[in-house]
């Protein structure tokens, strides 16, 4: 038996696919909004979105004949007939959003379209009347009670302040994308961002901070008939994860692997290890060559030919950060200084540059990642990720550079034994002197000891850093100035989760607004560490979460710091300074530090003698 299944059901099945989450709500009120010509738009929300959200803007208004319309499935005034789906050139054309939300919330629209406004409410799918109401010109949307009878997907949603920061990170989006707009964005009654629709420079310096425009460099460029602009950080501007990367293909938020890639191949020679580019670029391309229906989101694109898109993007970066001379052609003040000093001359046939038609016949080069070619750079392929919210999930190349710690603890565990094999009475030792500031000898009858004074130092911090954290008896030591560490809302939501963690170990941490943690106090064994460096490697880990536990990675990073804190080689130690090290090793020559390196080596006496030919 088959059964045709009703509004109410498969308006719920709708909303499963675009209504995952307060985000999207969020991201499909605002789309309209934007498709609607407004110029000033704002969001409300509280619960994290669960509670209530509020989108309001002063664009064209819904008539009040079609306000119903807005609630039915399939309707949008954005497409007309299937040839449409091919040449999309707005944002919110998806006729299922309003119908999904509005079957799983309690939704109420008030509008003016220049007849008076008028508001419709939708209570679960359940459509009210059209009735006369107090509005401005445009629309309000106010959606409440987010999955109230669907309990099974309210189960599932996250904590409100992870809600909260995913909102947030979409909004960081829509200010990005669209900065002639004004955005005011408000968060359980406080502002959070204020956009004033100044431009690009003033929508960055609202999400990242006037200082990030500082370290970045504005490009443009045109290229076989693709335009490529935006912000870039400098070759000494780095993150601790992509949470700071933002590409709008056609005014629209993407995630795409194939520019993704190219940024991090142009970048490679200037990252260290775990760290990743700053950048605000748009690429507008030709709607023929790009197919936005690939994703259910919207969240990437298709490209007809990658491989000029590669090309193209990576060219012009490249240039830019190696100084070379084509950089002055893309980089947007030299550009302007030289066109007011001279006119740009014609440039012959083989010079002027190729429309994307002849680029496609000439670029024909390999983009995969497993190009026979040995000189070619290791390409980077991002991992899928959900619409603009979530940093990406790790490759299993990523998971196995970061599960370094779990894997020296593996092997500290395997060194127990042995360890307890070599330890010595420190009575029988005698300090016999240090070499190269860094080497500490010890005899003991007829062996010898060389000890590694920074390993075996840092092996002794972390080891009483891990009793205190296993006896819970972390001594606090309060900081004369408070750190602050600005994040943004992805990372925010990520430190925010674990505070109680981190308190734990030792950090006085909590929240200080706008985004920002305050901490007050370090566990009193680190006293004097980077806060900034040991905060930008826990960030770092955002990559990897999937296959390593946030606590293994905190005590990895409390390893980093003992070694850091630890006495380092090259400094001169005193003869009681020396024997107070070795009375804390307790004599255990085995001793291995938190990264695995010996922090003890014995050479016996015939050892020596063979050297020296004394004995064959």
């Known amino acids: 038996m088959i059964n045709i299944l009703s509004p109410a059901v498969y308006n719920r099945i709708a909303a499963g696919e675009v209504v995952d989450r307060p985000y999207s709500v969020v991201k499909e009120l605002v789309e309209n909004a934007v498709d609607a010509g407004a110029t000033e738009i704002a969001v409300e929300i509280e619960g994290g979105g669960k509670q209530k959200i509020k989108v309001a803007d002063n664009g064209c208004g819904i008539a009040k004949d079609e306000l119903a319309k807005a609630y039915h499935p399939h309707a949008t005034s954005k497409l007309l007939d299937a040839e449409d789906l091919f040449t999309v050139s707005t944002l919110g054309f998806r006729g299922e959003a309003i119908a999904s939300i509005a079957s799983v919330s309690r939704m109420s629209i008030v509008s003016d379209a220049g007849e008076g406004a008028y508001a419709l409410a939708c209570e679960g799918g359940k459509l009210g009347e059209v009735q006369p109401s107090a509005g401005a010109k445009g629309t309000e949307v106010t959606v409440c009670d987010l999955f109230f009878n669907t309990p099974a997907r ?79 950080g400098n070759r000494n501007f780095s993150k601790p994860n992509r949470t700071y990367q933002s590409l709008f293909v ?168 042995k360890a307890k094999q070599e330890r010595v009475d420190v009575k029988d030792l005698v300090f016999k ?74 950090f006085d941490v909590e929240d200080f607004g706008s985004g920002c943690i305050k901490v007050s106090a370090v566990p009193s064994d680190l006293m004097g560490i980077d806060l900034g460096a040991f905060f930008g490697e826990v960030l770092s880990s955002m990559e990897s979460l999937r296959a390593i536990r946030l606590s293994d990675i905190l005590k990895d990073k409390l390893a980093s710091a003992a070694c850091k804190a630890a006495v380092k080689g090259g400094e001169l130690l005193t003869d009681e300074e020396a024997k107070q090290l070795l009375e804390r090793m307790d004599g255990d020559m085995g001793l291995k530090c938190p990264h695995g390196r010996p922090v003890a080596v014995k050479v016996k006496r015939s050892e020596m003698e063979k050297l020296f030919k004394r004995i064959v």
């Open 154 to 232: 309210l189960k599932f949603l996250k904590s409100d302040s992870q809600e909260e920061g995913d909102v947030t990170n979409m909004m960081a989006r829509f200010i990005l994308s669209r900065p002639e707009i004004s955005f005011t964005y408000t968060v359980n009654g406080k502002l959070k961002f204020r956009s004033l629709g100044e431009g690009l420079p003033a929508a960055i310096a609202v999400v990242y901070g006037a200082s990030t425009l500082e370290n970045c460099l504005e490009i443009a460029a045109d290229k076989h008939g693709i335009r490529l602009h935006g912000f870039i």
């Open 250 to 417: 056609n005014g629209r938020y993407v995630v795409n692997q194939t520019v993704a890639s190219a940024v991090m191949n142009a970048y490679a020679a200037y990252l260290m290890k775990r760290q990743y580019p700053f950048y605000v670029l748009f690429l507008d391309v030709p709607q023929e060559i790009v197919d936005v229906n690939v994703h259910p989101n919207k969240a990437d694109v298709r490209f007809q030919d990658n491989q000029i898109i590669y090309g193209s993007v990576y060219s012009v970066i490249s240039s830019v950060l190696d100084g070379n001379s084509r950089a002055v052609e893309y980089l947007v003040g030299l550009k302007e200084e030289l066109q007011a000093e001279q006119t740009t001359p014609v440039l012959p046939q083989d010079q002027r540059e190729m429309t994307y038609e002849e680029a496609k016949k000439e670029l024909q080069f390999d983009i995969s990642p497993n190009k026979n070619n040995p000189s070619e750079p290791k390409f980077y392929t991002p991992d899928p990720v959900h619409y603009a919210v979530h940093a990406p999930v790790s490759s299993a190349e990523t998971e196995k550079s970061e599960d370094f710690f779990a894997e020296n603890q593996k092997f500290l565990r395997e060194q127990d034994f």
């Open 433 to 506: 002197g240090e070499l190269f500031h860094t080497y500490l000898f010890y005899e003991a009858g007829d062996e010898a000891y060389i000890v590694d004074q920074h390993a075996a130092h840092e092996r002794l911090i972390y080891d009483k850093l891990q009793e205190k954290l296993a006896a819970r008896t972390v001594i606090s030591q309060p900081m004369l100035v408070p750190y602050l560490l600005e994040l943004n809302a992805a990372e925010y939501a990520f430190l925010s989760k674990n505070f109680s963690l981190l308190r734990e170990m030792g």
